[in-house]
């Protein structure tokens, strides 16, 4: 999953990045992932910046003169498809950004995207605007704004804070407070914070970054949430200066807490069937949406998909369903590496955890439903399927048992926490043998489709 396809990209978008934690580093992903596709990008600040932040992605083009500048960029555009630019090197060595006619000037160019660079941070991981800044220019389409995770439980205060005095006063707090995620989520979404200068009718985003550990992701699942209660739209949660720029991706509001949520895990290669199991055509839809559909049919709780290989591809066959999902880069270590990653998704307070496996087609709604119907807080904390006395999957594992199931490792899952606690365990009898069913190899797959599909 690239950064560029998590943001929903549209045709000839101007984005805007600003913030701090990963903002140059988002903005390198970003020009690369599109370049190499084959599109036509320049990138330049509209704020100060290094100049060598930009050579490394191509030797800028820079002059004070606006017409000279952007005849300059159509002329590199001719022979590359990744120019960069600015207005100059000012006394201090930094490279002087573009104003707002300069941009609009590019816009008309013969290129795809135009990505800036609003602000400066002076390395930290987190900030609150100037007066002056940032600077988003009118004609922006998108504005990301970018927040370090690892901030998470550091004071209020320089290194990890640029101009912390503005951050404690949007927030009503001290200078030297340790910021916790209701802290960062505020002055995120706060129109003199996160969303200050976002153009009328420019989509807002928001990448929490450095997310690279399963603690992390879970106290960034906890900003993410607060940033989608108070009207955001979607929230990335990445590590962009990795091979894994993305790693969750939420874009529907938290149901309310305390309810069970649904882990589809889909993020197997799928080896015996020779790969792109999750992608086969199952009665006109993708075996991965047809699993997701059924989930969505079954329940109104938060579902989050598991991806691992292909997960460029899975996502797409997930375009358009409410639910979220989060990339598993540890997908050939196991199965446990999966549940640890559907977890780290689950919103803050869910009570269980429904693991639902991608390749089983014959799994019912009714099923679904029969399963989160037996499950009681403070009742049996496993709630297993069964069917003319064969347990099958999914299998729901209440809160309590998750750190048992954090500890697993290799190609194990939720079998050895049953057989770790019989006496936890209640058995529902079901009336359809779907339980028992997955497509493992091509063999199983014709066997279902001449089954379902007699014609």
Request: glycine share 10%; charged share 20%.
């Amino acid at each position: 999953m690239q950064l560029s396809q998590a943001l929903e990209l549209q045709p000839q978008e101007i984005i805007t990045i600003v913030g701090a934690g990963g903002k140059t580093s988002a903005l390198t992903c970003l020009a690369r992932e599109l370049a190499t596709a084959g599109k036509r990008v320049i990138v330049a600040p509209t704020a100060r910046m290094l100049p060598e932040q930009l050579s490394r992605l191509a030797e800028p083009v820079l002059t004070l003169d606006s017409g000279r500048l952007v005849t300059a960029v159509s002329s590199r555009l001719k022979v590359a498809n990744l120019v960069t630019c600015g207005a100059g090197i000012d006394d201090r060595g930094k490279m002087v950004g573009l104003d707002n006619a300069t941009v609009a000037a590019l816009k008309e160019l013969d290129v795809d995207y135009l990505l800036l660079e609003g602000d400066g941070a002076a390395g930290a991981l987190f900030k609150a605007p100037a007066a002056y800044e940032p600077v988003i220019p009118p004609v922006t389409t998108m504005v990301m704004t970018v927040a370090g995770l690892p901030v998470l439980g550091r004071p209020l205060a320089p290194p990890f804070v640029h101009r912390p005095h503005l951050v404690a006063g949007l927030l009503g707090r001290q200078e030297g407070e340790a910021l916790d995620e209701d802290a960062v989520a505020q002055v995120l979404v706060h129109p003199q914070g996160g969303r200050k200068g976002v153009p009328a009718g420019a989509r807002w985003r928001v990448l929490l970054n450095q997310a690279e550990d399963y603690e992390l992701l879970r106290r960034g699942r906890v900003v993410a949430a607060a940033i989608l209660a108070a009207g955001g739209e979607r929230v990335i949660l990445g590590a962009v200066a990795t091979p894994y720029p993305v790693r969750q991706l939420l874009s529907a509001p938290e149901p309310a807490p305390g309810g069970v949520g649904i882990v589809v895990l889909a993020a197997g290669a799928g080896e015996r069937l020779g790969g792109g199991k999750l992608l086969l055509p199952l009665q006109g839809q993708p075996l991965i949406r047809r699993a997701v559909t059924m989930a969505l049919t079954a329940a109104r709780s938060k579902i989050v998909v598991v991806l691992g290989h292909e997960a460029g591809r899975v996502a797409a066959a997930l375009e358009g369903l409410a639910v979220d999902w989060a990339l598993n880069p540890d997908y050939r270590q196991g199965l446990s590496t999966s549940l640890r990653t559907g977890l780290a998704a689950l919103p803050p307070g869910t009570r269980a955890a429904l693991f639902v496996l991608a390749d089983q087609p014959g799994l019912t709604p009714g099923v679904i439903r029969q399963l989160l119907d037996a499950y009681r807080p403070g009742g049996k904390r496993i709630i297993v399927p069964v069917y003319q006395g064969r347990r099958g999957n999914p299998v729901l594992i209440d809160r309590s048992l998750w750190p048992q199931l954090l500890a697993l490792r290799g190609d194990v899952g939720a079998r050895e926490i049953i057989r770790a606690h019989p006496e936890e365990v209640l058995a529902v009898a079901v009336p359809d043998p779907g339980i028992l069913q997955d497509i493992d190899t091509l063999a199983d797959y014709q066997a279902w489709q001449r089954k379902n599909n007699p014609c």
